[in-house]
């Protein structure tokens, strides 16, 4: 096992390597020229200029990738363009932030995807199963800033039950928790479903019946641990994408998050933080993908690596 983790370690060195030079050439495709919106549009062309090369901005593109790269190898990411501070110390300012609210949205979508599901499953083709695949459809359908406002206009505004937005206590949580999870909750309920529909069809299951085990013995202990692993991959998929996908939960309920420095720093064309940030995300997600992996061979032993 420890092996294979090397390994895999070993080859998403090359995928970030790839990630940074996408990045590196999108991000400077963007109209706009980042000294001039740091210093504003009464600046003359000489104090422009005076920055550019202070930024390093009058290099040739694989020179400023170079040096990039140099940087990135000891740690640093560089420094903010339009607040000077290492980029490194605004990361890690903003990150706490969305790995809370991305964890209870995993769990909240987890819990409540995978009770759904196998209640879907197990009362196939009544009411129910129905009624909770209608409403998963309408969680996957529903967009998640029109959802927020929605949550935020009930819960806050007429009900006043919850703040509208901000951090600081589990109250601020529950509402963008809500939010981002809605669409996770559909897709782990389907995945459910349909997994462990596939299940209970199989001899064991029927042999288990037949022994005269009781119905949660039987969908719990026989035919959801075996039915396990599609949801798993979609929990690991899922959170990985709540991770880099909370900009608009973010933005909707003021929550500083990573998401929110990621937008802002596009608008400003702060180059040395929308590198790091998305850097950050791909190394989570590579992360998250890798334990997904090694969660497999918990799930089923009959998985090994070798």
Not at 30 to 39: H, Q
Not at 76 to 96: C, F, K, N, Q
Not at 235 to 261: D, H, K, N, S, Y
Request: positive net charge.
């Amino acid at each position: 096992m420890g092996a294979y983790v090397l390994r895999r370690l070993a080859l998403a060195v090359p995928t970030l390597v790839g990630v940074t030079v996408v990045v590196f050439a999108l991000i400077r495709l963007v109209p706009g020229d980042p000294a001039r919106l740091v210093l504003g549009l009464q600046a003359s062309e000489e104090e422009v200029q005076r920055l550019r090369v202070e930024l390093g901005l009058d290099q040739p593109l694989p020179v400023q990738y170079a040096r990039f790269l140099g940087r990135l190898v000891q740690g640093d990411l560089g420094r903010s363009v339009v607040t000077g501070e290492p980029v490194t110390r605004e990361i890690a300012a903003r990150l706490p932030a969305t790995v809370q609210l991305a964890v209870a949205s995993t769990l909240l979508a987890t819990a409540a995807g995978m009770v759904a599901g196998v209640i879907s499953a197990t009362r196939q083709y009544s009411w129910v199963d129905y009624l909770v695949m209608t409403v998963a459809l309408f969680g996957i359908s529903l967009p998640v800033f029109w959802l927020g406002l929605m949550l935020m206009l009930l819960f806050s505004v007429h009900l006043r039950w919850l703040p509208a937005g901000g951090y600081g206590t589990p109250a601020h949580l529950v509402l963008p928790t809500i939010t981002l999870a809605a669409f996770s909750v559909a897709i782990i309920a389907r995945m459910t479903r349909s997994s462990l529909l596939e299940v209970l069809h199989q001899d064991y299951v029927r042999t288990a019946w037949a022994k005269g085990l009781g119905a949660r013995a039987v969908v719990l202990r026989h035919a959801l641990k075996n039915a396990l692993i599609p949801v798993v991959t979609v929990i690991g998929l899922q959170f990985g994408g709540l991770l880099g996908g909370a900009i608009l939960t973010e933005t909707v309920f003021a929550w500083p998050g990573m998401g929110r420095l990621l937008v802002g720093a596009i608008v400003a064309r702060d180059y040395p933080v929308v590198q790091g940030a998305v850097l950050v995300f791909a190394a989570l997600f590579t992360l998250v993908n890798l334990a997904v992996d090694v969660l497999y061979a918990y799930v089923d032993p009959r998985i090994h690596y070798g």
